[in-house]
């Protein structure tokens, strides 16, 4: 979708900005809002792009950069914490060879902290595009990772 028809669809006022911006993001190949997009969007709703930008900014779930085509999310906080979230990190660097907020090489994974996920019950937890995994472990957390890998062929 356009960006023009994704404010159509939505109506163009200030109060839809989150939705249009999920659907923006939502349509990119790189999971991230580009700048073209962000400039079409400060004419179509009138708000400054400043705006725009300190609105994305603000939101973990938005990305003004290129990400990759899987988007890995590990709750860091605190329930997550205590129950070993630092360890499942260290695995997920290992496997993926990157640091948190990178991209792996091929671009198919993106490594990104995030705040609860509501799922604490089932702490530690972490997201994998819109999929929850719980009580993870450092070997369940990479088995994950691998299982996704595999089925991209
Ligand atoms: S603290 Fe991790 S899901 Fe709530």
């Given at each position: ?13 200030r109060?839809?900005l989150l939705?249009?911006l ?11 809002l580009?700048r073209?997009?962000i400039e079409?969007l400060s004419?179509?709703l009138?708000v400054p792009i400043s705006d725009i930008v300190g609105t994305a900014s603000f939101y973990t779930?938005f990305s003004l ?89």
């Amino acid at each position: 979708m356009t960006v023009d028809s994704i404010v159509k669809k939505h109506g163009n006022d200030r109060e839809h900005l989150l939705s249009i911006l999920h659907d923006i993001q939502s349509g990119s190949p790189d999971h991230s809002l580009h700048r073209e997009a962000i400039e079409e969007l400060s004419c179509l709703l009138d708000v400054p792009i400043s705006d725009i930008v300190g609105t994305a900014s603000f939101y973990t779930m938005f990305s003004l950069k290129p990400r990759g085509r899987h988007i890995i999310r590990l709750c860091e906080s605190p329930p997550c914490y205590i129950a070993g979230e630092e360890n499942i990190l260290a695995a997920l660097e290992r496997k993926l060879g990157v640091v948190l907020g990178g991209t792996t090489a091929d671009g198919l994974f993106t490594l990104e902290a995030t705040s609860c996920l509501g799922a604490c019950g089932v702490a530690p937890v972490m997201m994998v595009d819109d999929e929850v995994y719980g009580h993870l472990t450092e070997a369940k957390a990479v088995a994950i990772v691998e299982r996704i890998a595999a089925a991209q062929g």
